[in-house]
C-alpha cells in the first residue's frame, strides 16, 4: 500500500484505512442492492447488483457464493484488455492512469441515499470521484464520474491534461444466456427494437448525430439475464445514458466469465483539455433492476422519470391540436381563429400554431428561409401574436407555438448580422442542409446562448397568454466547427453544456411554460433534455398503425405522459395508409392525446366522434399518465394484435388496450391476460369510443383481478360492425376498469 493517508466517510464517522483490510460499501433501493469493493490502495470494484438483501452480510455472503469483484471504473494503460471508462493523456505526455482508492463517503438525500469514491493516481495529480445515488421507491440508482486535475498529495504538478475516454459508468454481467434489447431506427421509424444474445465480442450502439441523438440509435438498453425477454417475469437490468448529445453503449465479452457494459460520451473526436484544478464531471447513468420483467423495469423508469427527471411530470398534459399537417406553412389568422374554434367544440385544451407564422425580409413561405428572424409575418398574420393568444382566450383554449432557436437560414436576418454564429469549420465553406440553407448556431457561444433566451423571453413576455412551446431541431450537426472555442474537439460537449445553460435560464424565468422538444420527429427522446422539457414529439410519422411499434419502443424507458400522440387525417401523409377514425383515437389515447389535423375538411361525424374520444380520454387521463404500463402482448411477437394496459398507483383503475395489426382470413388472436390488478377486487368493465351496433358481452360486467390475470377477457368481434358504415381491416378496443 502506498502512503497515501486513505480515510472512509461513513455515517459522519472517519476511520483510516490502512486498519481495514478488505471494505465493502453497498447501496439500497427499496427492492435492489449494488455492492461495490473500496479496498484502501486499489481500484474500487463492482461486486453485485440486483435484487436485495442483507447489506451487513454482503462481503461474507458473495465471496462465498463464487463472486468476483469486476473494475467499478476501469482506467486505461496498466489492466491489458480491460475495456476503459477513463483514458488520460498525462501532463507529460504519460497515457496511463493507476487510480487508488482513499476515501468512500456517504449521506443520505430526500429521494435516498449517496456515496462517492474517491481515487486518486499514484504518481499524477489526478482524482476521480465515482458517485452513486439511489432513488429508494423508484429502485433506480444513478452513477457519474468526476474527473479532477490537480490533488495536494501528488509528487508531480499539475499541467493540462486530455480526457481522451470519459465514460459514465460500467456494469459487469455474468456470461451465461443473457440478451439485449437495443433500439434503431430512422425518421418515420424511431424505436424500433433488435433483441438478441449477447454473444462474444465487442457490440456497440453509438450517436455522432451532435444534435438530435435517439433517432437512429437509443442511449437506453434492457438486458435480460435468464434468456430470451419476457414482459411480466425474468430478471432484467435497464440502463438509460441521461445526455443530450452524442452517446456510446458497449458491451464487451471477451474471454472471461464476465461480460462489461459501458456507457457514455462518444468519445469519437472529443478529446477534452482539462486544465490544472479544473473538474469535468459526466453526464449520469441511470439503473434499475426488476423480476418483474421488462414491463417492471418500464415502471419503475417511468415512476423515477415523473417524479425525479421530467419537468411537470405530476401535472397532468393537456388535449391539443396542431397546426402542421393541417395547414402546413400556409399559415393566416383566419385559418388559425377556425382550428382554435374548433378544437375547442371538440372539447381540445391547447392549440398550438407550428411552423410558418415568422419572418420579415425573408419571410417563412418555405422551409429555406427565416429561421432566427422570431416575429411574426405582417402579411400572414397583420395583428400579430398578441391577437391569436386573445382569440384563444376567447374560444376557451390555450395557445402555443412553435420556434426552432438552435438554428437559422443563410436566408435570414440574423445570419445577415452574425455569420460567425453558426457551427462552422475555419476555412471551409459552410454546409447546408435542409432547404438548402439551413445552419445550426453555435450554442457553446454565449452571445449564441443569449440570443436564444432572448427568443423564447421576448416571445412569452410580450404575449403572456402563451403557455405551450413546441422547440424543435430539424439538422444535424455536419459541420464540426466552431469560431468560438478554442478547442474544437470540445464542440460535442460544449454545445450541449451551452443549450443546458440556456434552458436553466429559461426555466428559472418560466418555470410553468409547457415545452416540448422536437428533432424532425423523435430526435430528442432522451433522459438528457427532459429536465427541461415536460414532453416529446414521438414521431413525424403519425400513421397510427406504425406508431404502436414506435410508441411501443418509446415505452421501454419513457412513460405516456411524456410521448405526444396525435390523431391524424387519412391517407395518412407519411404511409398513404387509410385506417378508421376509432383505430386513429384508440392508439392516440395511449399517450398523450393530441390532433393533427384540419378540423375544416373533417365531417360533422367525426367532429363528434373525436369529441366523445376526448371526453372518454379525459376520464381515463390520470390512469394512463400517471398509472403503471403493463405491456401485454408485443406487436413483436407475430400474433396479429397488441396489447398492453395502464393501472392507477392505488390499482382502484385500469385502461386497457387491444389493436388487430392485421386482416388475415381464418386468423385466430390470443385471449389476452391482463395484469396489475388487485386479485381480490371486483372491476367493472365499460368499453371507451364505442362504435359496433352492439355492445361487447362483458359490457357493464363485473370480474375479480384475479379472474382478469388468470383468464382475460374474449375480444369479440374482432371487426367492428358498425351501422351503415363499411367494416374496417383495422379494430381496436379500449376498455375502462373501475373497481367496485
Known amino acids: 500500500m502506498d502512503k497515501l493517508t486513505c480515510l472512509i466517510v461513513a455515517a459522519g464517522i472517519m476511520v483510516p484505512c490502512s486498519a481495514l483490510s478488505q ?32 447489506s451487513a452480510v454482503a462481503a461474507a ?39 487508488r482508492v482513499i476515501a468512500v463517503e456517504e449521506s443520505d438525500w430526500e429521494g435516498g441515499r449517496t456515496l462517492v469514491i474517491t481515487s486518486r493516481d499514484s504518481y499524477y495529480p489526478v482524482t476521480v470521484r465515482n458517485c452513486f445515488r439511489s432513488f429508494s421507491r423508484e429502485d433506480v440508482i444513478e452513477t457519474w464520474a468526476e474527473i479532477v486535475n490537480g490533488n495536494t498529495s501528488s509528487r508531480k504538478s499539475p499541467g493540462t491534461i486530455v480526457l481522451n475516454r470519459y465514460m459514465s459508468g460500467t456494469l459487469p454481467l455474468r456470461v451465461g444466456n443473457v440478451w439485449t434489447t437495443t433500439q434503431y431506427g430512422s425518421w418515420g421509424d424511431e424505436s424500433r427494437l433488435v433483441c438478441e444474445p449477447l454473444t462474444r465480442g465487442i457490440r456497440m450502439v453509438k450517436n455522432v448525430d451532435g444534435v438530435r441523438n435517439s433517432q437512429t ?44 457494459f459501458l456507457a457514455g460520451v462518444c468519445p469519437d473526436n472529443a478529446e477534452y483539455y482539462l486544465e490544472a484544478g479544473e473538474t469535468f464531471r459526466t453526464p449520469a447513468l441511470a439503473y434499475s433492476f426488476s423480476d418483474e420483467g421488462l414491463s417492471g423495469v418500464s415502471r419503475n423508469f417511468h415512476r423515477w422519470g415523473r417524479k425525479w427527471r421530467m419537468r411537470h411530470g405530476d401535472v397532468e398534459r393537456k388535449v391539443l391540436l396542431n397546426s402542421w399537417e393541417g395547414v402546413y406553412l400556409d399559415v393566416s389568422e383566419p385559418a388559425m381563429d377556425n382550428m382554435m ?41 397583420p395583428h400579430g401574436l398578441g391577437w391569436l393568444v386573445r382569440q384563444a382566450g376567447s374560444h376557451g383554449v390555450d395557445f402555443g407555438i412553435w420556434i426552432e432557436p438552435e438554428m437559422t437560414n443563410s436566408l435570414s436576418e440574423l445570419y445577415e448580422a452574425h455569420p460567425d454564429w453558426v457551427l462552422h469549420a475555419a476555412n471551409r465553406t459552410p454546409v447546408y442542409t435542409r432547404g438548402g ?19 423564447v423571453d421576448n416571445i412569452v413576455s410580450d404575449n403572456p397568454g402563451i403557455t405551450y412551446i413546441k422547440w424543435d431541431a430539424n439538422m444535424t450537426m455536419m459541420e464540426y466547427g466552431s469560431l468560438y472555442l478554442k478547442h474544437q474537439s470540445h464542440l460535442a460537449v460544449e454545445y450541449w453544456r451551452g443549450l443546458e445553460s440556456t434552458l ?28 427541461w422539457f415536460d414532453e416529446f414529439w414521438v414521431s413525424d410519422n403519425t400513421d397510427a398503425l406504425q406508431r404502436i411499434f414506435i410508441q411501443w419502443g418509446s415505452s421501454y424507458f419513457f412513460p405516456a405522459i411524456a410521448m405526444a400522440s396525435h390523431i391524424s387525417v387519412v391517407p395518412n401523409h407519411q404511409v398513404h395508409r387509410t385506417t378508421s377514425l376509432k383505430f386513429r383515437c384508440d392508439v392516440a389515447m395511449s399517450g398523450r392525446l393530441g390532433m393533427e389535423i384540419q378540423p375544416a375538411d373533417m365531417t360533422q361525424w367525426e367532429k363528434d366522434f373525436c369529441r366523445g374520444a376526448i371526453a372518454d380520454y379525459k376520464r381515463i387521463r390520470p390512469i394512463v399518465q400517471f398509472g403503471d404500463i403493463y405491456r401485454l402482448v408485443s406487436p413483436y411477437d407475430g400474433l396479429g394484435v397488441a396489447s398492453l ?35 381480490d377486487r371486483q372491476y367493472r368493465v365499460s368499453e371507451l369510443n364505442r362504435i359496433d351496433k352492439r355492445p361487447m358481452a362483458c359490457e357493464g360486467k363485473s370480474f375479480s383481478g384475479r379472474f382478469l390475470m388468470e383468464n382475460g377477457i374474449e375480444i369479440a368481434p374482432v371487426v367492428h360492425d358498425v351501422e351503415g358504415m363499411p367494416k374496417s381491416d383495422w379494430a381496436s378496443r379500449v376498455l375502462l376498469l373501475e373497481s367496485e
Request: aromatic share 12%.
Open 23 to 54: 471494505t465493502t460499501v453497498s447501496l439500497d433501493t427499496d427492492n435492489t442492492t449494488l455492492v461495490l469493493e473500496t479496498v484502501s490502495g486499489k481500484a474500487p470494484g463492482i461486486l453485485y447488483y440486483g435484487s436485495s438483501f442483507d
Open 61 to 99: 455472503t458473495l465471496a462465498s457464493a463464487g463472486f468476483k469483484s469486476s473494475p467499478a471504473y476501469p482506467a486505461f494503460g496498466l489492466s491489458g484488455e480491460v475495456e476503459p471508462a477513463v483514458s488520460i493523456t498525462q501532463a507529460d505526455g504519460n497515457r496511463t492512469l493507476d487510480l
Open 217 to 260: 440509435s437509443r442511449g437506453e438498453v434492457m438486458i435480460s439475464l435468464d434468456g430470451k425477454p419476457r414482459e411480466d417475469s425474468g430478471r432484467v437490468i435497464g440502463a438509460a445514458l441521461e445526455w443530450g448529445g452524442n452517446y456510446q453503449l458497449e458491451f464487451r465479452c471477451a474471454n472471461s466469465d464476465y461480460a462489461s
Open 341 to 381: 374554434a374548433d378544437i375547442a367544440s371538440m372539447g381540445g385544451e391547447l392549440f398550438v400554431m407550428d411552423d410558418g407564422w415568422f419572418g420579415g425580409k425573408y419571410a417563412r413561405k418555405k422551409d429555406n428561409s427565416g429561421l432566427g428572424d422570431w416575429f411574426p409575418d405582417r402579411e400572414k398574420l
Open 437 to 455: 440553407t439551413q445552419l445550426v448556431l453555435d450554442m457553446s457561444n454565449p452571445a449564441v446562448q443569449d440570443f436564444v433566451f432572448s427568443v
Open 504 to 531: 436553466d435560464r429559461i426555466r428559472a424565468k418560466y418555470p410553468d411554460l409547457t415545452i416540448q422538444t422536437c428533432a424532425s420527429g423523435g430526435g430528442r427522446a432522451n433522459w438528457g433534455v427532459l429536465p
Open 645 to 679: 394496459m395502464y393501472v392507477a398507483q392505488d390499482k382502484s383503475r385500469a385502461a386497457f388496450y387491444w389493436w388487430r395489426l392485421e386482416n388475415l382470413y381464418d386468423s385466430r388472436y390470443p385471449r389476452v391476460r391482463m395484469r396489475g390488478l388487485d386479485p
